[in-house]
């Protein structure tokens, strides 16, 4: 039985039957029968389709901080799925298999998704492993139904995303956490695309939108360690997003086509970690290092703690410090109470 698929957003018709896809800033033009950059979407007698609506290859519940996502509705779960392809090309991609691959998975229509959310007792739903952007129409059905139940809706994002898109899904999204990778090198010669430019743009967009921004970034041992590249990194942030920003710094380790490259060195995290508090971000992190004492959060004035990490099990201790700081945090209906 042949799928039905669904007309394609963003896209306009060229001459030849071609076509300009504009969900992202990549632009693509497609000829007749052919596919875009992430293989998600294909031209079919002059017409743009997603073939991948309803095509889940991956669902999970996942604790929101698997994400990393820390100052929304700390403790709850979320309902992840995704289809494959994405936007990028990363050559350190940590789910290569289904983002590099051709459309595949099991149906499972928006409704559905949302019903497991509300059967499972699970107070929200992850557009996550993959590029919720390339998944656009499948992602904005479903969180229009999950906001029906009074679900939220959390993107995992590269960033990669048209203002058009954006300005669509950010009535619906409750919060983001974008991965912002590195300088213009980077992001050419490690992801695939021209310019770092449309991440910072749209960035600036979802904060328009009123959507909750987290950030991380992930230091790949002589691309993006070095102490100037976090200071120009970490400047951006704080003038354009605001030193409330979370940012999660996270250790790499080598896959897909850098297994030739080394863990970053402890010392590095910790050195961007100090660089970032120095240059008054408030809400810094460490990932991917089990144990560390920068998964949990504490107060940027007197050093209380406020939430404890441990793994993924977390317990909100306090969202007011005694020395009067305020916790930023987000969707404290769908929070888990500490006992």
């Known amino acids: 039985m042949v799928r039905e698929l669904k007309e394609a957003s963003f896209w306009k018709p060229l001459p030849g039957n071609r076509v300009r896809c504009e969900l992202c800033p990549r632009g693509c033009q497609i000829p007749e029968n052919g596919w875009g950059f992430c293989r998600t979407r294909q031209n079919l007698k002059g017409k743009l389709y997603t073939a991948v609506y309803g095509l889940v290859c991956a669902i999970n519940p996942d604790p929101i901080e ?71 129409e499948f992602a904005l059905d479903t969180m229009k139904l999950a906001k029906k139940e009074k679900l939220y809706n959390v993107w995992v ?7 058009e898109a954006i300005k669509r899904a950010g009535r619906y999204l409750d919060a983001i956490n974008v991965d912002l990778k590195g300088d213009l090198k980077f992001y050419q010669e490690l992801c695939g695309i021209p310019s770092e430019k449309p991440v910072y743009r749209a960035l600036k967009a979802w904060r328009e939108e009123g959507v909750w921004i987290e950030l991380t970034n ?13 200071r120009k990194l970490v400047g951006w942030i704080k003038r354009n997003l605001g030193p409330d920003t979370p940012l999660h710094f996270s250790r790499f380790f080598p896959y897909y086509l850098m297994q030739d490259h080394q863990p970053t060195p402890f010392e590095r995290l910790d050195s961007a970690y100090r660089i970032a508090r120095d240059l008054g971000m408030k809400w810094v992190y460490v990932g991917n290092v089990p144990g560390h004492q920068a998964e ?15 793994g993924y099990i977390t317990r909100v201790v306090s969202t007011r410090c005694e020395c009067g700081v305020k916790l930023p945090l987000r969707g404290r209906k769908w929070m888990r109470r500490s006992s």
């Open 218 to 230: 992930l230091l790949i041992p002589g691309w993006n360690d070095g102490d100037q590249q976090i």
């Open 296 to 310: 949990s959060t504490y107060c940027p004035e007197c050093g209380n703690l406020l939430i404890e990490r441990t």
């Open 157 to 163: 994002s590269n960033g990669f995303t048209s203002p």
């Open 66 to 136: 698997k994400k990393p996502i820390f100052h929304f509705a700390p403790g709850s779960l979320s309902l992840s799925f995704s289809t494959t392809g994405c936007n990028l090309r990363c050559r350190f991609c940590q789910n290569f298999e289904i983002s590099q691959s051709e459309p595949f998975g099991q149906e499972m229509p928006p409704e559905r998704i949302v019903e497991l959310a509300v059967e499972k007792e699970i107070p929200g739903i992850a557009y996550t492993y993959t590029e919720p952007t390339v998944f656009f």
